[in-house]
């Protein structure tokens, strides 16, 4: 058994076409298809419209000079 993932689109007929060679020849094969309707594109977000402050990244990357890594009490 070989399992094949593929992307295609279905056109305004409302059918999928689909052409798979499978390297077979004159033989019968049993062909079993799921499908899974994509979502439209995610458009990203920036980090602000996540709710970071402006700059968080820039200001903050890199900014851990601990080496070894410490993690410091917590409390309560």
Same mark, same amino acid.
């Given at each position: 058994?070989?399992?094949?993932?593929?992307?295609? $689109? &279905?056109?305004?007929?409302? &059918?999928? $076409?689909? #052409? =798979? +060679? *499978?390297?077979? &020849?004159?033989?019968?094969? #049993?062909? =079993? *298809? =799921?499908?899974?309707?994509?979502?439209? /594109? =995610? %458009?990203?977000?920036? /980090?602000?419209?996540?709710?970071?402050? +402006?700059?968080?990244? #820039?200001?903050?990357?890199?900014?851990?000079?601990?080496?070894?890594? *410490?993690?410091? +009490? %917590?409390?309560?």
């Amino acid at each position: 058994m070989h399992c094949i993932k593929l992307r295609s $689109h &279905i056109g305004q007929d409302g &059918i999928l $076409h689909l #052409e =798979i +060679p *499978v390297g077979l &020849i004159d033989r019968d094969v #049993e062909i =079993i *298809v =799921i499908y899974q309707p994509l979502e439209s /594109p =995610i %458009q990203q977000k920036t /980090p602000e419209e996540l709710g970071w402050t +402006p700059g968080f990244f #820039e200001q903050t990357a890199g900014c851990l000079q601990d080496d070894p890594l *410490v993690r410091y +009490p %917590q409390g309560e």
